[in-house]
T-cell receptor, first 114, second 114 residues
Framework: QKEVEQNSGPLSVPEGAIASLNCTYS??????FFWYRQYSGKSPELIMS????GDKEDGRFTAQLNKASQYVSLLIRDSQPSDSATYLC??????????????FGQGTILTVHP | ETGVTQTPRHLVMGMTNKKSLKCEQH?????MYWYKQSAKKPLELMFV???????ENNSVPSRFSPECPNSSHLFLHLHTLQPEDSALYLC?????????????FGEGSRLTVL
């Protein structure tokens, strides 16, 4: 069973639209959740973290967390072509150990077309 | 130099070669990591070092040998690798290792094993 699961996409949205990226996780005890963005040929960079149920907004990005459903999402409003990247969902722990381990999903490829 | 730097950026080696990947972080962090990123697979944690002590070895074959001489430097020594080891190897650092999700990645070393 995958511990962090994402739809690999690709997800294609027009410029200016809302992009919705989804992630489910298997460990009910997970307390924190992270979204990383990885441009093609580049390394991942942290863009959002969320710890409590509900929404967290940062500029055009909103992270949503529902621990009861074990579901976390990332919304990108007013999508721009520069948002085209792979978005990785990550949860600390997993695989029987938690010290220093961050478990990543496979990533969703987002393409924003003009 | 700022952030996390990795050298070399690209490496091609035969199965009988011995080579090393180097990582240096300039962020004053206490934990360093090696991750492996293969095509179509999620990022996989390989090793975690906290304050120069290895705290996690995620079932990695012995042909990969990490070394952390101090809190700013991390090496990955490679020997008798297999073609399936071809991947992007990412070094990362964080302020601490325990249950952290805030990683700072280097640009990666692209390894090709012939």
């Amino acid at each position: 069973q995958k511990e962090v699961e994402q739809n690999s996409g690709p997800l294609s949205v027009p410029e200016g639209a809302i992009a919705s990226l989804n992630c489910t996780y298997s460990d009910r005890g997970s307390q924190s959740f992270f979204w990383y963005r990885q441009y093609s040929g580049k390394s991942p960079e942290l863009i959002m973290s969320i710890y409590s149920n509900g929404d967290k907004e940062d500029g055009r990005f909103t992270a949503q967390l529902n621990k009861a459903s074990q579901y976390v999402s990332l919304l990108i409003r007013d999508s721009q072509p520069s948002d085209s990247a792979t978005y990785l969902c990550a949860v600390p722990g997993g695989g029987g150990t938690s010290y220093g381990k961050l478990t990543f999903g496979q990533g969703t490829i987002l393409t924003v077309h003009p | 130099e700022t952030g996390v730097t990795q050298t070399p950026r690209h490496l091609v080696m035969g199965m009988t070669n011995k080579k090393s990947l180097k990582c240096e972080q300039h962020l004053g962090h206490n934990a360093m990591y090696w991750y492996k990123q293969s095509a179509k697979k999620p990022l996989e944690l390989m090793f975690v070092y906290s304050l120069e002590e290895r705290v996690e070895n995620n079932s990695v074959p012995s042909r990969f040998s990490p070394e952390c001489p101090n809190s700013s430097h991390l090496f990955l020594h490679l020997h008798t690798l297999q073609p399936e080891d071809s991947a992007l190897y990412l070094c990362a650092s964080s302020q601490r290792a325990a249950l952290t999700g805030e990683l700072f990645f280097g640009e990666g070393s692209r390894l090709t094993v012939l």
